[in-house]
């Protein structure tokens, strides 16, 4: 026997009815993920890259033997042409195009006996803060500042400037990140005076290895 036509209609409303329900069941359980809370609360945790967490990376290594590879003219791959990582178009801090990175090519180094506050204020402190951000504090191989010049698994507007991680401001570089100061001290430690021969940061040569 067929069913009555107002019957089918009615199922059919039923049908629609129910979907619409469930619809917004399913909106209302995604929502909370473009605000955060809700069901994604429950989602594995991100972890950062391997490093050595809460350490700091030397300031006075920073500002004797790093900071002067990025003012110093460097070759740009096989061009024939030199520039510097604070030129303006690279990483300047005014005029560069150079993301994250930025400097200050002026900077003048500051001294190590100065009050902390003093030091943090300074010109050579904010390319130190900077560069820092460009670290995985006691990886290396992890962090952006070795890696982009390397052009190694990242890219660089700037092209390649260091052909091997063996050319000294590579190594320059890898030993400054690799060499965090013990937990507990800050960016000033006394303990930065073993990164240099003889170990005085103010007279001693930086070491790389």
């Known amino acids: 026997m067929q069913q009555p036509m107002i019957g089918r209609l009615d199922a059919k409303a039923r049908t629609r009815a129910t979907g619409a329900v469930w619809l917004a069941s399913l909106l209302t359980l995604a929502l909370p993920g473009c605000g955060g809370g809700g069901a994604l609360d429950n989602a594995p945790s991100l972890e950062n890259p391997a490093g050595v967490n809460g350490q700091k990376l030397s300031f006075a290594y920073f500002q004797r033997c790093v900071n002067p590879l990025l003012n110093t003219a460097l070759a740009v791959g096989s061009s024939g042409t030199t ?113 240099f021969t003889p170990a005085d940061p103010a007279t001693g040569a930086c070491n790389t290895e």
């Open 83 to 195: 520039n510097t990582c604070s030129a303006g178009g690279c990483h300047d801090n005014t005029s560069g195009t150079g993301g994250a990175l930025r400097l200050l090519g002026n900077a003048s180094a500051v001294d190590l006996a100065a009050a902390a506050d003093a030091v943090r204020a300074s010109d050579i402190y904010k390319n130190y803060y900077s560069s820092l951000g460009e670290t995985v504090v006691g990886a290396p191989d992890q962090s952006r500042l070795l890696n982009k010049p390397l052009v190694r698994g990242v890219l660089h507007g700037g092209g390649l400037i260091f052909a091997s991680p063996d050319e000294a401001a590579a190594r320059t570089i890898r030993y400054w990140i690799n060499r965090p100061m013990p937990q507990g001290q800050d960016e000033f430690s006394a303990a930065a005076a073993t990164m």
